[in-house]
C-alpha cells in the first residue's frame, strides 16, 4: 500500500505537466428515479479537486446538478438504506464510504456498488467515462452524455435490476435477510486473484471473464463486467459535453437475458475461467477495490503518459 501510495503521489505531480487540459468546466445532473431514496456519493481522483459536495440525499424523483472543473476526474455512486444513530454516525447498508456523516470526505464506496467512472480532457482532449461492475452492483445507473461528438460518444450503464438474479453465492442481503439489496463481484466475493486480476493473472492474457462476470455482461453489455472489460466499456466524447447521471431509469431490454444467465449460476461453485475471450486494459480505483494499480495505469493512459507507464507497472507487481 505504501507503494502506491507513492505511485499516486508522484502521478499527480508528474502527469499535468504532460498534456494541456481544456478550460472548459462541466455539469452533472444527478437524478434519482428509483422509489426509494438515494444518497449519492463523489470521489475526486488522486491529485484532483474535490467538487462542491462529495455526498447528499436525493429524494424520489429529485435532481441535482453540480459543476466540475476542467480536467476533473472521479467517480459517482449512490448509496441505499442510509440511516443516523443515536450518537449521529451517518451509514449505509449499500455504497457506504465510512466516512459516518452525510458527505464522504474523500473516501470511497465499499463494495458492492454500481460506479459511473469520468476523465474529462483526458488523451487527445477527450473525456473518457464508462460504468463499472468491477466492485459489484447495487442500483441500476444510466450514464447520457450531452452536447459532445464522436463515434463513440453515447449512453451507457446498467439499466437491469441485477439484484433478484444475483448469484447466490455474490448475494448480499437486508439486515433481516428478506431482500436481496446488492450483489459482489467474484473477487468480492472469494478473494481469489483469477477474479481479481492480481499476481498470476494481472495482465489481460492470464486474466479472463468468469461466468460470475458473464451474468453482468449478459444484462448489461456496455457496463464493465471485471478488470480487462475495456474493449467494449470505455466511452469516449470531444466538444466537452456535459452529462446526466440517473439512479433506476426505464428497465433495459437485457432483463431477460440476466434472468437467464442468473438462474444458471445461483448454486454454482466458483467456476473455471472462460478462456476464450481476451479484453484490453484496465479498471478500478478504489481503495478497497482489487483493481486500484492497474486502473492507475490506465487512467494515465488516457492523460497521454505513456513513457513512464513501464516504471508504474513495475511497482505495480509489488502487490
Not at 439512479?247 to 431477460?256: G, H, I, L, R
Amino acid at each position: 500500500m505504501a507503494q502506491l501510495l507513492l505511485v499516486v503521489s508522484l502521478l499527480s505531480i508528474i502527469f499535468p505537466q504532460l498534456f494541456i487540459s481544456g478550460v472548459l468546466s462541466r455539469t452533472y445532473t444527478i437524478t434519482n428515479k428509483c422509489d426509494y431514496t438515494v444518497w449519492p456519493g463523489i470521489l475526486s481522483n488522486a491529485g484532483t479537486a474535490a467538487l462542491s459536495t462529495t455526498g447528499f440525499a436525493l429524494q424520489k424523483g429529485e435532481s441535482k446538478t453540480i459543476t466540475a472543473p476542467a480536467s476533473w476526474g472521479g467517480r459517482f455512486w449512490g448509496r441505499t438504506l442510509c440511516s443516523q444513530d443515536s450518537t449521529g454516525k451517518f451509514s449505509c447498508v449499500t455504497g457506504d464510504c465510512g466516512s459516518g456523516k452525510l458527505e464522504c470526505a474523500g473516501s470511497g464506496a465499499t463494495p458492492p456498488a454500481t460506479l459511473a467512472e469520468f476523465t474529462l480532457d483526458g488523451y487527445g482532449g477527450r473525456d473518457f467515462y464508462d460504468v463499472s461492475l468491477v466492485d459489484g452492483y447495487n442500483l441500476p445507473l444510466l450514464v447520457v452524455p450531452q452536447g459532445g461528438t464522436g463515434d463513440n460518444c453515447t449512453n451507457t450503464g446498467c439499466a437491469v435490476d441485477l439484484n433478484g438474479v444475483c448469484p447466490s453465492a455474490l448475494k448480499v442481503t437486508s439486515e433481516d435477510g428478506t431482500e436481496s439489496v446488492a450483489c459482489k463481484s467474484a473477487c468480492e466475493a472469494f478473494q481469489q486473484p483469477q477474479y481479481c486480476c492480481s499476481g498470476a493473472y494481472g495482465t489481460p492474457d492470464t486474466c479472463k471473464p468468469s461466468s460470475y462476470s458473464e451474468v453482468f455482461k449478459n444484462a448489461c453489455p456496455r457496463a464493465y463486467s471485471y478488470a480487462y472489460d475495456d474493449k467494449t466499456s470505455t466511452f469516449t466524447c470531444a466538444s466537452s459535453p456535459n452529462y446526466l447521471i440517473t439512479f433506476c431509469p426505464s428497465p433495459s431490454t437485457s432483463q431477460k437475458a440476466s434472468t437467464d444467465a442468473g438462474a444458471q449460476t445461483q448454486n454454482q461453485e466458483p467456476p473455471q475461467i472462460n478462456s476464450t475471450m481476451v479484453y484490453e486494459g484496465a479498471l478500478g480505483e478504489n481503495s478497497a477495490s482489487p483493481s486500484t494499480c492497474t486502473h492507475v495505469l490506465r487512467s494515465q493512459l488516457i492523460a497521454g503518459a505513456i513513457a513512464i507507464l513501464p516504471a508504474i507497472w513495475e511497482l505495480c507487481q509489488l502487490f
